[in-house]
C-alpha cells in the first residue's frame, strides 16, 4: 500500500497538469480562475503534512522495529529507530534503481 502512494501522487499530478486550460485558447474553453497546479500544491500542501509523514516514516519502520525489539530488546530497537531518523536514511528509498 505503501508503495502505491508516490506514484498515484505523480500521475494525479501529471493528470491535473494535462488538463489545465491553455490561455491561447480562452475562449472556447472554460477556464478556471485559479491555475491547476496552484490548486494541486494547496491540495497536496493540505492533505500531506508533517503529521502524516511522520505516520507513513514510522509504518515503513514498524515491521524491523518490531522485529528487533521481539529479538534483542526494546533498548536497542528504539536506539536502531532514532539512528535510521536522525541519519536520514529513509531518504536513500528514493534514490534506490
Given at each position: ?33 485559479h ?23 514510522l ?29 536520514l ?9
Amino acid at each position: 500500500l505503501l508503495s502505491w502512494v508516490m506514484p498515484t501522487v505523480l500521475f494525479t499530478w501529471s493528470l491535473v497538469l494535462a488538463t489545465d486550460c491553455d490561455g491561447r485558447f480562452g475562449a472556447f474553453e472554460g477556464c478556471a480562475k485559479h491555475p491547476a497546479p496552484e490548486l494541486m500544491g494547496r491540495m497536496l500542501a493540505s492533505i500531506y503534512t508533517y503529521a502524516l509523514l511522520l505516520l507513513v516514516l514510522l509504518a515503513t519502520a514498524l515491521p524491523l522495529f518490531t522485529e528487533e525489539w521481539l529479538e534483542r530488546s526494546l533498548k536497542i530497537a528504539v536506539k536502531r529507530l532514532l539512528k535510521q531518523v536522525f541519519t536520514l536514511s529513509f531518504l536513500m528509498f528514493v534514490f534506490q534503481a
